[in-house]
């Protein structure tokens, strides 16, 4: 039986992957409830639905980090690509039209939570595509029977 290594530096992604996700996902859903259903005198409803569109990727990704099947990886890394992007075009028209897109979880590449929403997305794909992290999603250790 082949062992693979897992760099440190790769586990510690992977520590703060579970901790940063669930956390963004609770943080940037208060914040879009409160913006929608009890911020007074709420015009533009663009940014609190982006901060719940935020809050779902985070929700989605979480689940998915959770679950090892194959399917689970490629939600995964397309909610974490969704994010990415979602980040770099929020981020960029905000700084070029921030009167249209407001305060959200992404304006300014994620500024109001220290840019974690820029560097997240890129620290879990760097984790789901490393070697040894794909075979926990794609080849499952054999569970014992039961006894």
């Known amino acids: 039986m082949r062992r693979f290594f897992t760099p440190p530096v790769i586990r510690a992604i992977g520590q703060i992957l579970a901790v940063s996700y669930p956390l963004l996902a609770l943080s940037a859903g208060a914040r879009s409830i409160y913006q929608l259903f009890f911020k007074p005198g709420v015009t533009d409803y663009l940014p609190p639905i982006l901060s719940a569109i935020a809050a779902t990727v985070y929700l989605v990704a979480t689940v998915a980090f959770v679950i090892r099947k194959p ?3 490629w939600v ?19 700084l070029l039209m921030p009167e249209v897109i407001g305060r959200t979880v992404w304006h300014d590449f994620g500024i109001d939570y220290g840019f974690l929403p820029l560097i997240q997305p890129l620290l879990g794909l760097i984790w789901l595509l490393w070697p040894e992290n794909r075979r926990l999603f794609f080849n499952p250790a054999p569970r014992s029977p039961a006894r």
């Open 71 to 73: 399917w689970a990886w």
């Open 76 to 94: 995964s890394v397309g909610a974490l690509s969704f994010e990415m992007a979602g980040v770099l075009l929020v981020g960029t028209l905000s």
